[in-house]
Every structure is written in C-alpha cells, then in structure tokens.
C-alpha cells in the first residue's frame, strides 16, 4: 500500500487537514463543478447521481455532468474538458484505483481542485486532491465478515463461499475483499472456494453465478456480493437452480438499496451492508467551502450500519434510496 492509499483511508480524527487550493478565484456568480460519474450500472450508482444532480440545484452550483458508461478513457475525456472550460471545481467517482496521474497533475496545473467522491485513487502524489468523501469500503467488508462469522458460530464443518467481486480495480471491488477475508482468516472453517468480478451489474452477478452453481452445486454455503444488484442477480440463478436463497445459501451483499430490502422481505437474502450514495448535500458543501478559500479535511467518511433480514420490513419506509 502507498502512503498516499493509507492517507485516503485513514480515519477520520488522524488526518491532516489541507490548506485552501492555490488560485482557486473567488468571483462572485455561479460556481460552476464538472462531475465526471462512472455510469449508471447499478441501483447504487443511479441514486448518486440523482443526489448529485439534485443538491446542486439546491445549491445553485452550476453542474457539468458527465457519464464515462464505466470506462476509464471516457472518464479522462471529461476532466480534461472540465479544465479547458475552466470549471472552478473538479469531482468524480474514479472507475479504477490507477491510471490517473496525468490528467490530475493537468488539472493543478490549471490550478483547479479535484474533489475525489465515493472512490479513492492509487496515486503517490497525494496533492492532486483535496479531498476525498465517502465510504470506508474496507469497514463494509469487515461488517460482512463478522456478521458471517457471527451467524454461522454454530454450524459444524467448512463452509464454502463464493464470492462476486466488483469491478476489477475498483476501489470498493480491492477493498471490500480485503476487510472480508481480514475478518474470516480467524477462522480456518470459513473457505473462498470461488472468486469472479460480476462487474457490479444484475446480469453478470446472474450469469457468474451460474457458472457457481455448475461448479459447485451443492457444496455452495454462502454467496459474499460485493453488491446489492449483484447480489440480486445471482438469487435469480439460484433459484432456477431449484435451490433457496437465503436458506440453502447464505446471502450477504453491500449497498442496502431498496431492491436489497425487497429481497430481505421476501426472504431471499440474509443481509446487506450500507454504503449510502446520498452525497450530494456533502459535496455541494465542500465545493462551496472551496470557493469560500475554507480548508477541507483530506477524509471525509460516510457513516453507515448494517441490516439482516429481520429488520428489512421495519427500515423499509424509510430507505430514500
């Protein structure tokens, strides 16, 4: 791990904060943030960019919106648009970790602040950014973890995962991995038997599943999704398979949208983690802060629970997402 991941990923009351970014103007009108999204892949995804879209109205922030339909060159394009328009502040949700080098230092070089939302980059240079706001994905694998290991303590013998990751090289793809197999190596029992990107969409977590399934079969315990519509997809496979989900494999997914409590409510999945996609309000916030010549801390963490089956019905009418 870099210096520059750690300090992404610290906690909160251990960072630094940083000084306002040079020669951001100060003007009066209408500050103007170029948002480079990664597309619109999951319900997740769908419900951050309407916050974005809404909370910069709100704000009166004029919004340059680009969607990059998950590709990294097309996320490029945009920031490099965003500098030649001279937009006063620069966000966007990165697709992958790396590759990003080049186009931020551009955007210092035109002395324009990146604002890093809901993904971190791989960077060393860790001055090509401001700040960055969002979910500890680390922490949402950790959660799943212990809750798996929590409600499996009284089941004899292994128990055979299979797991659907993100994107490959994404920042919650790497990290929700990684807290997840932090949290079951404590137990020898616990064993990833399968491990395949569903690329964070309902048809490849179906599809990928399926393949699961004809591997695996039976000896299936429990399905670890890095997230909700991926998690919804593979229930599909599963219950063409003629198998049930949430009975005859344990499911656990991430994000806690509103199809992941539909599922709990209907009993074909066990859990989901939160990782809420309301940051709109947040970011409008922050930009205005910047504009103002006010100091952002470098991390800025979501704060998020977890809700089993059992409370889906209860948490349901409340859910804006």
Not at 279 to 304: F, H, N, S, W
Request: proline share 4%; aromatic share 6%.
């Amino acid at each position: 791990m870099t210096t520059s991941r750690r300090q992404v990923i610290a906690a909160l009351g251990a960072v630094p904060v940083v000084a306002a970014w040079p020669g951001l103007a100060r003007a009066q009108g209408k500050i103007v943030l170029g948002f480079s999204q990664i597309g619109a892949e999951s319900e997740w995804r769908t419900a951050n960019s309407e916050s974005i879209k809404s909370a910069a109205k709100e704000a009166g922030i004029e919004l340059k919106f680009s969607d990059a339909q998950q590709k990294q060159e097309n996320q490029i394009k945009a920031i490099r648009s965003f500098i030649a328009q001279k937009v006063d502040v620069i966000a966007f949700s990165p697709v992958v970790e790396s590759g990003w080098g080049t186009v931020l230092r551009e955007a210092k070089a035109a002395k324009i602040p990146v604002i890093l939302s809901d993904r971190a980059v791989n960077e060393k240079d860790d001055s090509l950014w401001v700040s960055f706001m969002g979910s500890d994905f680390v922490e949402e694998g950790r959660k799943a973890g212990r809750w798996l290991l929590e409600n499996m303590k009284g089941k004899a013998g292994d128990v055979n995962i299979v797991e659907l990751q993100g994107t490959v090289g994404s920042a919650p793809a790497i990290d929700r991995k990684k807290g997840f197999e932090e949290i079951i190596k404590a137990d020898p029992r616990f064993k990833i038997i399968r491990s395949q990107t569903g690329d964070f969409t309902r048809a490849k977590g179906k599809e990928v599943m399926e393949a699961f399934l004809k591997a695996e079969g039976k000896k299936i315990n429990v399905l670890y999704a890095h997230n909700d519509d991926m998690a919804i997809g593979a229930i599909q496979a599963i219950e063409e398979a003629g198998m049930k989900p949430a009975k005859d494999i344990t499911i656990i997914s991430i994000d806690a949208v509103k199809g992941a409590f539909e599922a709990m409510m209907a009993g074909k999945l066990n859990v989901s983690v939160e990782c809420s996609p309301l940051l709109g309000p947040q970011l409008m916030q922050a930009v205005k802060d910047l504009k103002a010549g006010k100091t952002l801390p470098r991390r800025i963490v979501t704060e998020e629970g977890i809700f089993p089956m059992e409370v889906a019905a209860k948490e349901f009418p409340k859910r804006k997402y």
